[in-house]
């Protein structure tokens, strides 16, 4: 019997990941932030090289390839940022490639196509002089010759068929001012980059850019001004910043008391640069299209996480199909770091993937039986015949179950595994969970899971929304009825959810159909407000014990706090519905 062949892909950018492969297929993978629980947290890879390596029981002489990436070419300078030991055996070659062509072979590897084009947009890549996919390429406008390593990536355009990613099209941008004259709402990083310019935004209305997807939920509260000009100019294919725009914007936010205050000042502008965000991306993708030579897309970079742009993407443009990786921000780049050195490093053939996204380490009872030592007074631990049917009762009686189970989510939404799952039906567990759970700001909006088989009956969807990167419209008649997942403007972020890909949450929704006649669940990230997701269960019980979470169940079991309640029985029944 042959030795395993292992490759390992890892990432260092700002958000740091790990991916393992045996024999062209994931068996391990992780975000740095999930163990250091510092959201966003990356730089040095020894944690989570080592997490992954623990987690397929193997050792790093194991292995047999390292490919690695991260932003601002900081292997070659030697930058802060990475220094500190690394998982790198003496033995094992390392391979280095650039930045949005692992963004690009990620999502295609993880896509269901055979062949696709492939559009790679964020807030900075790798500089020019770095780029190792600029064979074939036509480059938008070239860098001067004397500071090629002060233009970096903004968006790429590829090929991709049998199992080999060609890249066509490439558009760079020079870095930001960093002289002190730059307006706030300046891109801080590639001066034209449209995820540099929702950054930028994101860090004007909130005083901070740990969660840049809270703009796109404030948009909707928010007015357009027909005279406002544009953000964006689109010339000769280049999407560029009109930085002239900002000049009617001087105020920033300086906190959640000023946020509050100025509420509509905020809405408005969120409103503003989210539409505008829109318009920008439709018309870099119709022109790429015209560059395409397959009618698949897959879409990736930090700016494909904007599930309002890419409904109207699919809506909107010439591609027929979409496909969105459920980590298209640099969470991902080890999974494509990984996939590059199997087949183009290691010459092996493409594996299928089957779609499932949950890469994180399987908890078993020891460790789950461990954490609940940590359990305060005055709750109830049991491991039920029905967990799937008891919890379904919970959550038809109002309660805001925690819900743990396997391997975590890969991506920064919750798919399932480690999420706060709630009854669509009640409005005031929308503002529970928020406010004593979360604690997080009320305008957020809450996601909803769906039956595969049923999400046309809900929502205006055609196909599956597997990794809840999609806005959809709600259908008129089901708006009033499921008001905790339907935002202000009738949309919702779906996730659609099969039986082949997660039998228990298909289960569990089932069930609470069953019950209610909406096969459906309002799903949140198991996080606090500025946190990342649960990783282990030693976490889970620890926020159980600080929140306002009801009951919780983690692999087979299943614990309740005893007296809570939010409020009135949900009026809707399946005689109603």
């Given at each position: ?91 094992v070659p390392v391979v280095t490639i650039s930045h949005h062509l692992a963004h690009a072979t990620a999502a295609f590897f993880l896509s269901p196509f055979d062949h696709a084009s492939i559009l790679v947009a964020d807030g900075c890549g790798s500089p020019y002089d770095e780029c190792s996919d600029l064979d074939g390429a036509f480059i938008a406008e070239r860098p001067p010759i004397s500071v090629p390593w002060l233009w970096c990536e903004k968006d790429s355009f590829y090929s991709a068929g ?416």
């Amino acid at each position: 019997m042959s030795k395993p062949i292992y490759v390992l892909g890892t990432g260092l950018s700002h958000n740091g990941s790990a991916c393992l492969l045996r024999d062209g297929q994931i068996i391990a993978g992780v975000e740095k932030e999930r163990i250091t629980a510092k959201k966003n947290d990356g730089g040095n890879d020894l944690f989570t090289i080592s997490h992954c390596l623990d987690t397929a029981g193997i050792r790093a002489n194991d292995l047999d390839l390292i490919v690695q990436n991260a932003n601002f070419g900081n292997f070659k300078y030697g930058n802060t940022w990475y220094k500190g030991r690394r998982y790198l055996p003496e033995g094992v070659p390392v391979v280095t490639i650039s930045h949005h062509l692992a963004h690009a072979t990620a999502a295609f590897f993880l896509s269901p196509f055979d062949h696709a084009s492939i559009l790679v947009a964020d807030g900075c890549g790798s500089p020019y002089d770095e780029c190792s996919d600029l064979d074939g390429a036509f480059i938008a406008e070239r860098p001067p010759i004397s500071v090629p390593w002060l233009w970096c990536e903004k968006d790429s355009f590829y090929s991709a068929g049998d199992g080999h990613v060609q890249t066509v099209h490439k558009d760079f941008s020079p870095l930001g001012r960093h002289d002190g004259s730059r307006h706030p709402l300046h891109p801080p990083i590639t001066w034209h980059s449209i995820g540099g310019q929702y950054m930028s935004a994101s860090q004007y209305c909130f005083a901070s850019t740990s969660d840049m997807g809270k703009l796109m939920g404030l948009a909707p509260y928010g007015r357009l001004n027909p005279a406002d000009g544009p953000i964006f100019n689109f010339i000769d294919g280049q999407s560029l910043v009109n930085h002239e725009w900002v000049n009617d914007h001087q105020s920033p936010c300086l906190g959640e008391d000023d946020f509050k205050a100025r509420f509509p000042y905020f809405a408005n502008l969120a409103r503003r640069v989210q539409t505008q965000v829109e318009e920008a991306l439709l018309e870099l993708v119709r022109h790429r299209q015209k560059l395409a030579k397959y009618s698949d897309l897959c879409f990736s970079g930090g700016v494909a996480l904007n599930a309002v742009a890419n409904r109207r993407i699919l809506e909107e443009t010439a591609f027929t199909r979409l496909f969105v990786p459920p980590a298209a921000d640099d969470s991902g780049l080890a999974i494509g770091c990984a996939f590059h050195g199997w087949t183009r490093v290691l010459g092996h053939p493409r594996m299928p993937h089957g779609g499932g996204t949950f890469f994180g380490r399987v908890y078993g009872e020891e460790d789950i039986l461990r954490a609940f030592s940590g359990l305060v007074d005055g709750v109830l631990v049991k491991r039920p015949v029905d967990l799937v049917g008891e919890v379904a009762d919970l959550l038809v009686a109002g309660k805001a179950v925690a819900w743990f189970q396997g391997g975590a989510e890969f991506g920064p939404r919750a798919l399932g595994h480690r999420s706060i799952l709630g009854d669509p039906r009640r409005s005031e567990l929308r503002d529970f969970i928020n406010l004593e759970v979360k604690f997080r700001e009320d305008f957020r909006p809450f996601a909803p899971s769906v039956l595969a088989e049923d999400a046309n009956r809900f929502f205006e969807l055609e196909g599956e929304s597997p990794y809840m990167l999609l806005v959809v419209r709600v259908r008129e008649e089901w708006r009033s009825r499921i008001p905790a997942v339907t935002h202000v403007d009738g949309t919702a972020r779906v996730q659609t959810v099969t039986r082949q890909t997660d039998a228990r949450f298909h289960a569990l929704l089932t069930e609470f159909g069953r019950r209610t006649g909406i096969s459906m669940l309002l799903n949140t990230s198991l996080n606090r407000r500025g946190k990342p997701m649960i990783e282990t269960p030693t976490q889970a019980v620890t926020m159980f014990n600080e929140t306002g979470l009801h009951a919780m169940a983690i692999g087979d079991w299943l614990v309740t706090k005893t007296g809570a309640t939010i409020g009135s029985p949900a009026t809707s029944s399946p005689s109603a519905t």
